[in-house]
């Protein structure tokens, strides 16, 4: 919780500032933030690791056992998500541009938006999709 209100406090420049609301149990988190963009880790004694940041990363190569796909996400219909490899609790990213009332200033030549990269690992795919459905 304290995590999530440095950053709606601190993350002024764009909007909306999307934070989860859903985390996996004992997890510490670190921020840093700046007036228009954000990086949160969230990191837990069991090997969870989430990154939440305000800009598109290049998610690493798909193995060949991953998967890679298009889909929509919180109205953005060219999301992209990707399961690094076949194992339960893989590294999973999901990208997508979210419909901004503040854009950022990196994603205005391509839409009003703002980017936001999720991306986890040692979350099983339920698990990840019930974290990323509870950005708020």
Do not use: H, M
């Not at 030549?109 to 990269?117: K, L, Q």
């Amino acid at each position: 919780d304290a995590a999530r209100e440095l950053i709606k406090q601190k993350v002024t420049g764009i909007a909306p500032v999307l934070v989860p609301t859903v985390l996996p149990d004992r997890v510490q988190a670190t921020a840093d933030t700046r007036s228009d963009s954000f990086d949160v880790t969230y990191t837990g004694d069991t090997g969870v690791r989430v990154w939440l940041r305000t800009a598109i990363a290049n998610p690493p190569p798909v193995q060949s056992d991953g998967t890679q796909q298009r889909l929509t996400f919180r109205g953005d219909a060219r999301a992209f998500y990707q399961a690094l490899d076949g194992r339960a609790k893989t590294t999973r990213t999901l990208l997508w541009f979210e419909p901004a009332t503040k854009p950022s200033a990196a994603a205005a030549p391509i839409c009003s938006c703002v980017a936001y990269a999720l991306t986890a690992e040692g979350l099983t795919d339920g698990e990840f999709w019930q974290l990323a459905e509870s950005l708020r």
